[in-house]
């Protein structure tokens, strides 16, 4: 019990209810407190005041990263504010079955951690007194009378993970229920099924190769013609209804937390850069909570974060090491503690609008209850690089700006994109968040949502990150995303009369299409070409009994389609990059008829390792082409009190040159003379 021995005169003033009760507060401010104590001068706490205005922090957080208070005194000024106590979980470890009963993920979540339980109270210390109360209602009945203790954010993180950490990554590897999981996939069944296929298609065009060819053909032909056919319901569809509105920013619309993770894996080139890119976000500091989630073993990524002074509104988050390591698999376990009802998520490479945060907020506060996740689009800010670079442009423009939307007007299932995904929290939670087992983890959330009732809205904001400019990191990543394709498929056709039933016929059947069909275009892709043999009067296998059976004109037929559908392609192509930022890309568009083909290569990748190595993640390396743009990263947004020495630029570290943009841009900002006497140096860094 020495831990309490300052409860003191709180005790004695604490008003017992029918319920969990607190003491009441010191009215002094917390500033009052610190100079009081004489822990910091009068001076100091304006300045920490000034620097507060503008970031949007707390008062201590401030003070503890200009290091003119230490933790210690911060807890015992908090201690004497709310009339408690500090405790050190290190010294005084919680009680794990309260931890238990609370649920380790709302701890971390809310900052709480459920310590003892003494002559029927039960004490938890919160590193956010101000916050305690709203919590009170959300806390197990069991608890009965409640009193609060305090401790810092780090103490509570070691705290719950000191009993929960094995627990927590189990929960994040099972958060999917198994029926609609890869994880719960018959490996050796598979493995079998596709020597069966395999050696019955070879054996087929052994001893009947015009029926085996013929039937590939016309599956070929079919999903190619349900592709086109529903590339051009979706642009049809987009073109009617128009760009999403965006809500005007107003009062009546409340900011509020903002959770991001952004998932960084062997980043030796990244981690730095990042900080930068995100320091241009316009949204309030103090509503702003960016998580970097490494794996604990990733060296390169801890190499690269060294002496990285990271922003009070980043934190790093280590993902204890498992059977498998996967992007999914690492944000099923840091969302544990994002603080925001929304959550987020960009790439390592990205650059997302300044005002992109402000968009989701306005865009949830006035969506319906039943909208689970926004979609931004993605762009790329190094289309010039090389050819590869350019189709990939174009390609990424006709998917975001006129096919996704268009798919998502017509009331399908919308495959989510790796990043910009914004969700509502609690849905996503419903829903078991991300299967771990899954290398497209995105597509198979957004089919989930869609069984569940939930729809996806696609977002006017855009997030810039890096091409894939080389050949084969751009078939290792499309074999990825067929790959998991694939398995997605696979997973949810378990069980089609469930799927249909939850799905409906219209979504069904456009699931088949988009995912089944689009997979078997890449994979027959060879067959399809193989017709331009016939249109040039050469021989082909199908030609004899194609004229026999039903005449000449089906060549033609034929031919027809073909240049019918890459016309469409074409088009689409055309519309989605004929604005300003891209329009240098229109003469490329056609060129698409030769960038597809890697396709091919890529799934039949695929396919093999659906059979050999169905959860290895093949990693798309990230920091090939250095953006010029990124040696400054101005915009700055108020309040950004450290930036990473990233670089030099004339012979001054990039942090300076970003603190001195910073404070001209302050300076700019407020009209009048400056104040007589300038904010000490630590409070300017």
Known sequence: MSNLSHWGAADQTTVILNGPTLAPRDLRRLGEIFVNEGLITIDRLEAAKSIKQNTGQKLGQVLLEQGWITATQLAHALSRQWRTTAIDPDQSPADPRLVDAAGAGFCLTHGLLPWRRIGGVTWIATARPDRFTDLLHRLPRSFGHVRMLLCTEAQIEAGVLASSRTRLIREAELRVPAAESCRSRNQARTARLAWIVMLGVIAGLILLPTLVVGALAFWAILTLLTQSALKLAAFLAARRAGPQPVPEAGADVPLPVISVMVPLFQESDVAGKLVARLARLTYPRDRTDILLVIEASDDVTERALEGVRLPHWMRVIRVPDGPIKTKPRALNYALNFCRGEIVGIWDAEDRPDPDQLHVVARRFHHAPADVACLQGALDFYNPRTNWLARCFTVEYAGWFRVLLPGVARLGLVVPLGGTTLFFRRALLERVGAWDAWNVTEDADLGVRLARRGYRTEIINTTTDEEANCRT?????????????YAM??????????????????????????????????????????????????????????????????????????????????????????????????????????????????????????????????????????????????????????????????????????????????????????????????????
């Open 472 to 484: 084969l990191p751009w078939i290792k990543q499309r074999s990825r995303w067929l790959k998991g």
């Open 488 to 685: 997605t498929w696979a997973v949810h056709m378990r069980d089609p009369a469930a799927l249909h039933r939850d799905l409906g016929a219209w979504r069904f059947w456009g699931f088949q299409v988009q995912f089944l069909g689009a997979l078997s275009q890449y994979l027959l892709a060879p067959i399809l070409w193989s017709f331009w043999l016939m249109a040039l009067a050469l021989p082909h296998p199908l030609r004899p009994p194609l004229e026999a059976g039903i005449g000449p004109w089906i060549i033609t037929a034929l031919f027809v389609t073909f240049v019918a559908s890459e016309a469409l392609s074409i088009f689409i192509g055309m519309r989605a990059v004929r604005g300003a930022k891209h329009r240098h890309l229109l003469p490329w568009v056609p060129t698409l008829h030769l960038y597809y083909p890697l396709g091919c290569l890529a799934g039949w990748k695929a396919i093999y390792e659906v059979v050999a190595k169905p959860f290895y993640w093949d990693k798309t390396a990230h920091g090939l082409y250095l953006e010029a743009a990124e040696a400054l990263p101005a915009p700055l947004a108020p309040g950004l009190v450290s930036i990473p020495v990233l670089g030099q630029i004339g012979g001054r570290s990039l942090s300076e040159v970003a603190a001195e943009l910073q404070d001209s841009a302050q300076a700019a900002s407020q009209p009048g003379p400056p104040p007589a006497e300038p904010l000490p140096e630590q409070a300017r860094a």
